[in-house]
């Protein structure tokens, strides 16, 4: 079901706490768009060049004026860093040039934590960070998958507190990130999306083996997926785990991996590394030691 979004009784920033977004992606046009449909003062956008931020004020809604990153802090004083990992840092140095001297700025990444605005933080800018822990195919598409979703916070106490209220004002979950925390938080993240198609990939190979090529391996693995993932979500892994390994069943996993092996070096790797994965799941659930000690063995060997 749907999250729905309830409105704050209070915020600690006043009204004429300008927003700014540096960023025309889609997470800072959909964040920049959403929190001005929820009234928060969006005032400005920013991008490489005037050309790119017009068309995003379009997008985001009436009276967000297109600006350059030197222009930002005229405008604003709390700002959101929307761009690419290895641009934050040179965004924080351009606005420390600009004259930004106090507010608040948040960038967006997940792999890093207050390092790229270290410019900032050393003339009294109160800095932190704000993932929205999510996949953003565009940013219009960004209005609905933002609802709702957990958001990585860290930072300096008044920027990690703005960080706070944005995920609330958008009806999502907090996530408090250890200052050391971000890279492993976004290991994860990239576990559970970028892996997950990859591993569907696999086994849309798998079937292709089969016979069953193209749509119709798709739709015939999208009810697996969709259903595995939900059970996941509600019971947790070992709850949800079923299959060969959870069963113990040694003979149905010899007969994988001979099979696996036909189809190269590459595959037969990931099933043995994911079925050792698995095998760890399926002992936690109580799975008989000996048929897990005799799995562990068969997956290992020539692996």
Known sequence: MEARYTPEPSSRFAPNDAIAVVGVGAVGLALARLLRERGEPVVAVAARNLEKATEAVRFV?????????????????RILIAVRDDAIAQVAMRLAEAGLRSGYVLHTSGTQGLEPLAPLRAIGVHCGVLHPLQTLPSAELGLTLLRGVAFGVGGDSPAREWAREIAQRLGGRVLEVPDGGWPWYHMAAVVASNFLAALLACALELMHRAGISGDAALDALGPLLMTTARNVVTMGPERALTGPIQRGDISTVARHLDLVQQAGPRLAMLYRALGIHTLEIARRRGLDPAAAEALEQLLRQNG
């Open 61 to 77: 809604g009436e009276k967000v004026r297109p600006c350059t990153v030197e222009e930002v802090p005229r405008w604003a004083n």
